[in-house]
Antibody, heavy 114, light 111 residues
Framework: EVQLVESGGGVVQPGGSLRLSCAASGFTFDDYAMHWVRQAPGKGLEWVSLISGDGGSTYYADSVKGRFTISRDNSKNSLYLQMNSLRTEDTALYYC???????WGQGTLVTVSS | QAVVTQEPSLTVSPGGTVTLTCGSSTGAVTSGHYPYWFQQKPGQAPRTLIYDTSNKHSWTPARFSGSLLGGKAALTLSGAQPEDEAEYYCLLSYSGARGGVFGGGTKLTVL
């Protein structure tokens, strides 16, 4: 059974940093690209970032480019999102999703507030 | 960045048929945008219903179908059930399969 479990969310001040993790199981992790998608409270979905299966290629939404870094550790079946220079508009539930969006985690909440 | 548009809200009667659409600010939606359709119920993660325009997952109810219609991607629900009341999002890919852009979502009411 495929499982994706996010962690690392919390409350952080504007300008601060946070690192999200996504633990994957039930599939051959390094065979698949992985996404981060976020959803602000009461709002729609926003694609954030994508990393290839080998970690060699990464892509970002314009809204987070230069501030967020996606990475993965295939030996640990884990995906990460390093978020720096956080803004209030980054407040959202952050989901990780497997390539093709066929499986999603339940999300981890990031709140950026002073 | 492209803008993806969806109807903000639609209502369908139980047993009825409704079509949700997904348009692109860059022009006609084609199979090259690899349209996805997701269903999200309150407090739940999104669930993929349709991928690559019209392909279904094993968990996708047969009453849902995807297509291209009038320059847009379309999700048709035939024989609506009360449990189909949810928010529906489409996703279009641009410049290959590098992420994508979500539509703003359609709140579907079954009433």
């Amino acid at each position: 059974e495929v499982q994706l479990v996010e962690s690392g969310g919390g409350v952080v001040q504007p300008g601060g940093s946070l690192r999200l993790s996504c633990a994957a199981s039930g599939f051959t992790f390094d065979d698949y690209a992985m996404h981060w998608v976020r959803q602000a409270p009461g709002k729609g979905l926003e694609w954030v970032s994508l990393i290839s299966g080998d970690g060699g290629s990464t892509y970002y939404a314009d809204s987070v480019k230069g501030r967020f870094t996606i990475s993965r550790d295939n030996s640990k079946n884990s995906l990460y999102l390093q978020m720096n220079s956080l803004r209030t508009e980054d407040t959202a539930l952050y989901y990780c999703a497997k390539e093709g969006f066929d499986y999603w985690g339940q999300g981890t909440l990031v709140t950026v507030s002073s | 960045q492209a803008v993806v548009t969806q109807e903000p809200s639609l209502t369908v009667s139980p047993g009825g048929t409704v079509t949700l659409t997904c348009g692109s600010s860059t022009g006609a939606v084609t199979s090259g945008h690899y349209p996805y359709w997701f269903q999200q119920k309150p407090g739940q993660a999104p669930r993929t219903l349709i991928y690559d325009t019209s392909n279904k997952h094993s968990w996708t109810p047969a009453r849902f179908s995807g297509s291209l219609l009038g320059g847009k991607a379309a999700l048709t629900l035939s024989g609506a059930q009360p449990e189909d009341e949810a928010e529906y999002y489409c996703l279009l890919s641009y410049s290959g399969a590098r992420g994508g852009v979500f539509g703003g979502g359609t709140k579907l009411t079954v009433l």
